[in-house]
Every structure is written in structure tokens, then in C-alpha cells.
């Protein structure tokens, strides 16, 4: 099954700039570094950013190296967004495509997969269960991880009777 290649990058903040410019903290663009999604943390006063960069645009980045990456990452947003100068340090970068169980970030069927193999999919192996994003039907990402680890949980309760 293929997956989307995804680096994500976080970062955090000293000043909430976003204040500065009078725009959201939130970033939609249609550029390389997709989107930038501001975050709530415990830890942090200003919250965190997540810039998330997918697809073709992971291909595109300047480098596999994490520190380049984010060096970059910080660029555009400064560029995007010169209010946040100085304003953010990156203290994360995680690209998906190195996790060797993920392979990448959302698991997608190409045409014609999903009839092919969804139901074939959901279906337990002798004691063996399956569950992950790739076999959500509602929901993508983390949401159609725990939709189907319900279902694999449910199907294991029937089999235990």
C-alpha cells in the first residue's frame, strides 16, 4: 500500500508573532511548506507550530538532513510570515518516510484497490488482527488508526466469545 511522504517540523515560539502581523498562527500556502498548524502545549506558554510538508513537496526539500530541513522550514516561514524573524526555534523534525514500520504519514489506495482489498484486509489471520490507518473506512491519519483498532479489538472479543 503506498503512503504519502510527510516531514513534519516543530517548532516552538518565544513571542506569539502572529499578534505582530494580525494574521491567524495558522498557515495555509500553496508552496512547499503546506501548511503550519499552531498547536496548544502544557509546556509552552505560546503554544508550538507544526509545519507540515507533504507529497511532492517532501521531494523538493533541499536536503534528508534534519538540521537543513528545519534551517529551511524556518526560512520560508520568515519569508511568509517576517513577523516571525527570530521568533521560532525548531525542536523537532520527523520525516515519516524513515520510520521503517511507516514508510510514510496516510496510507492511500490507489483506483480500484479499495475493492479489491478492503474487505480482505479487515479480516483476521488465524489469532493474528489488523489494524492501522490504512484500514480506517470513515476517517484518515491517527483517527482511522484508532477506528480500526476498535473494530480489531471487537473482532477479538467475538472470537473469544
Not at 499552531?38 to 526539500?61: E, K, M, R, T, W
Not at 538532513?65 to 510570515?81: C, N
Not at 489469532?127 to 477479538?156: I, K, M, N, P, T
Request: aromatic fraction near 8%; include cysteine.
Amino acid at each position: 500500500m503506498r503512503s504519502t511522504a510527510v516531514v513534519q517540523v516543530y517548532m516552538t515560539v518565544d513571542r506569539p508573532f502572529w499578534q505582530d502581523d494580525g494574521a491567524s498562527a495558522d498557515l495555509w500556502t500553496d508552496g512547499p511548506m503546506e501548511r503550519v498548524y499552531h498547536l496548544p502545549a502544557d509546556d509552552q506558554p505560546h503554544g508550538i507550530l507544526n509545519a507540515f510538508i507533504a507529497g511532492d513537496s517532501v521531494d523538493a526539500l533541499p536536503s534528508k538532513d534534519p538540521a537543513a530541513i528545519g534551517r529551511w522550514v524556518v526560512a520560508e516561514l520568515e519569508r511568509l510570515r517576517p513577523a516571525s524573524k527570530g521568533r521560532v526555534t525548531v525542536t523537532h523534525v520527523h520525516d515519516w518516510r524513515a520510520v521503517p514500520t511507516a514508510r510514510g504519514h496516510i496510507a492511500s489506495y490507489a483506483p480500484g484497490d479499495i475493492g479489491r482489498y478492503e474487505a480482505a484486509l479487515q479480516q483476521p489471520v488465524g489469532r493474528l488482527h489488523f489494524a492501522g490507518d490504512h484500514l480506517g473506512r470513515l476517517h484518515v491519519g491517527l483517527e482511522a488508526a484508532c477506528e480500526s483498532a476498535e473494530r480489531a479489538a471487537f473482532q477479538l472479543l467475538d472470537q473469544l466469545g
